[in-house]
């Protein structure tokens, strides 16, 4: 139960006493300002507690924004404050230092209006408010003892997060008049149409936007109004994909159609999760950690319904499979690097930056071009619908292909203009920038050890990703022109060497970026090779297996480091090998048993199986604690 305090008697006639409880808030009301620390103090101190001011005029989903999001340790909006127990202490403190306001907030007589549409103020009204509910707004949030509150918790280092509320009203006004003003600007607002469409994503691909939002928003509504959470909508759209692999599986052109269908009604369960968070503001840690993992698992599921299904035709396509999925989450990794490099860095990256942006811009500015960038990249929509339809009417080999193509064409879409912003660029990266790199580069004991040994004091140029573009294309070359064998074993311990000379710096350079997909196409694109090249039955099966294992193991990392906790634990990283670590293992394995009958193939299962486990049960310790971060992004389009 959470409690919030009315600063003041409620002005007759208000509905804010029953809005509040029906956001699930306990009220206590004070008898003026110098009692609301009185109760604040007897509020436990594991709950969050919202001090809102008598007077508030306004929508109830203006209140649900401000005092339910439960991402943010501290939020407000005009008349209104939340703190969750992180920010407790220093709201009592704010409460002691504040003095209570001249004329008001203690009752409904004194006071100034609060209806500006300032951003600074942090108002929000509707344009039916008029002129005269805007009067002597910038006054009345300083009168406002909620809004003190919050000014003092952003001059502590608590940052209050202030919702957009576009045409919603938040107020205080002051006097009958006002009040009947503020009253006429809520009725002229569409409170619900407002908050469907607030639960859509603000920059979505063209075919979720519009063929999947236009109604998916209407099915978010419906299950919030049931009392489902977005938890079980986002189990539904994973049970739903594992069926439409299923009947991939099966082989036969029902089978396949039904998978179509199946996996587009998956997407829009998908969709719907997350609008079904932001309609209700049910975001949660675990909630975080299904919505970023549940998409990996689901496409990649589809990818082994489809070589199982192909294989019943006697069509062996595991080879296209993994491609599709190095491919994948290789081109994730550039996504996720540049952006980790960018956002993490400083205010300093100069006006290159800003040059290259400009052109990106202007694009931007002509609105079929806005559409044709997101479609050309192969967002997760396209791709779904492009894999559903090609499913249903054609081969899994020819859907395979297409994915394999379309995805190339995009990931070399977006590299080449990262690559084109970051050779301008004259700023050196920051520390926090340099370690987000290294923690997606996700070097173990042997790298790190090259690293320690042979440290270099600051980036040297592109030194880092020559090294690790020297590396991967060492073993890389030598496990597919010469297979299983000693000579590949000696690749992947060049690898190793290269790799540690990779990170021997603070990744700081300007293409520095590129280091974390580079060992990913190395680690991944070795294991492919090798599976396609040997000797041994069903490899390439197990291969699937290992690095779809592998490849949750870097998703998470890159889920932490978003949440802004850092990257897993660093004895996780050691007892899963690293990346070359795990690559010298399988070139290792496979000049041992590649050509011993299954035993490959059986060396594999047991390694996916055992880095499988080992990095899920971490990861779920992680996500289901309570330190935990929600993430606070939209996500990711592709």
Not at 174 to 187: L, N
Not at 198 to 220: C, E, L, M, N, Q
Not at 289 to 313: H, N
């Amino acid at each position: 139960m959470s409690t919030a305090i009315l600063t003041g008697p409620p002005v007759p006639g208000s509905s804010l006493d029953a809005d509040l409880r029906s956001l699930g808030f306990h009220v206590e009301v004070a008898s003026g300002p110098h009692e609301t620390g009185a109760l604040l103090a007897g509020v436990p101190a594991g709950q969050r507690v919202a001090v809102v001011d008598p007077r508030f005029v306004g929508h109830l989903h203006a209140l649900r924004l401000a005092l339910t999001d439960p991402r943010f340790p501290a939020a407000a909006a005009p008349g209104a404050l939340t703190a969750q127990p992180e920010a407790r202490p220093a709201l009592a403190r704010a409460l002691d230092a504040a003095e209570v306001p001249v004329g008001g907030s203690g009752g409904p007589g004194g006071g100034h209006a609060v209806a500006s549409a300032s951003a600074s103020a942090g108002a929000s009204v509707g344009a039916g408010a008029g002129a005269g509910a805007a009067n002597g707004a910038d006054q009345a949030v300083a009168d406002s003892l909620p809004d003190t509150l919050a000014a003092a918790l952003d001059a502590d280092g608590v940052a209050v997060h202030r919702p957009a509320l576009g045409t919603l009203v938040a107020a205080v006004p002051d006097g009958p008049e006002a009040r009947h003003q503020a009253r006429t600007a809520v009725e002229a607002v569409d409170e619900e149409a407002v908050r469907l469409k607030s639960a859509v994503k603000a920059h979505d691909g063209f075919f979720t936007t519009f063929f999947i939002s236009p109604y998916s928003r209407y099915i978010a509504r419906w299950c919030a109004r049931r009392g489902l959470t977005p938890n079980q909508v986002t189990t539904a759209s994973l049970l739903t994909a594992l069926l439409a692999a299923g009947c991939a599986a099966t082989g036969d052109r029902v089978g396949y159609v039904a998978a179509g269908v199946l996996l587009l009604v998956s997407f829009v369960l998908d969709c719907t999760d997350g609008q079904l968070a932001r309609y209700s503001l049910q975001y949660s840690t675990m909630g975080a950690w299904l919505d970023a993992t549940f998409d990996r698992a689901k496409e990649y599921s589809f990818y082994a319904g489809l070589a199982l299904g192909a294989a019943r035709d006697g069509d062996d396509v595991w080879a296209l499979a993994l491609g599709a999925m190095v491919l994948m989450t290789c081109r994730h990794v550039v996504d996720f690097a540049f952006n980790e490099a960018n956002t993490n860095d400083d205010a300093s990256a100069g006006s290159t930056a800003k040059t290259s942006l400009g052109v990106s811009s202007r694009l931007d500015s002509v609105g079929w071009t806005v559409w044709a960038r997101r479609m050309i990249i192969l967002p997760i929509g396209e791709r779904w619908a492009m894999i559903a339809v090609l499913t249903a009417v054609t081969s899994p080999r020819i859907v395979f292909w297409a994915l394999i193509i379309g995805c190339a064409f995009g990931a070399c879409y977006t590299t080449a203009g990262r690559l084109l912003r970051s050779l301008g660029r004259k700023a050196p990266r920051t520390d926090r920038a340099a370690q987000a790199l290294y923690d997606l580069t996700d070097s173990g004991p042997l790298a790190s050890a090259v690293a320690r040994l042979f440290r270099r004091g600051r980036a040297r140029g592109l030194v880092a990703p020559l090294f690790a573009l020297l590396g991967a294309a060492c073993v890389l070359v030598c496990a597919a022109v010469t297979g299983p064998g000693w000579a590949t074993v000696g690749a992947a311990v060049a690898y190793a060497f290269l790799a540690g000379q990779a990170v021997a710096a603070p990744l700081k350079g300007k293409l520095d970026w590129l280091v974390p997909p580079l060992f990913r196409a190395a680690e991944y694109g070795t294991i492919l090779f090798l599976a396609a090249t040997s000797d041994a039955p069903q490899a390439l099966p197990a291969a699937f297996g290992l690095v779809a294992a592998v490849a949750y193991h870097h998703y998470d990392t890159v889920y932490r480091i978003r949440g802004g906790t850092g990257a897993p634990p660093a004895w996780l990283v050691r007892t899963v090998g690293g990346h070359e670590g795990r690559t010298l293992v399988v070139a290792a394995l496979a000049a041992l048993l590649a050509d011993r009958g299954d035993d490959f193939t059986w060396a594999l299962t047991a390694l996916a199986v055992a880095v499988g486990l080992v990095v899920l049960a971490e990861s779920i310790r992680f996500w289901v604690s309570s330190g935990a971060p929600a993430v606070h992004d939209e996500g990711e389009t592709a």
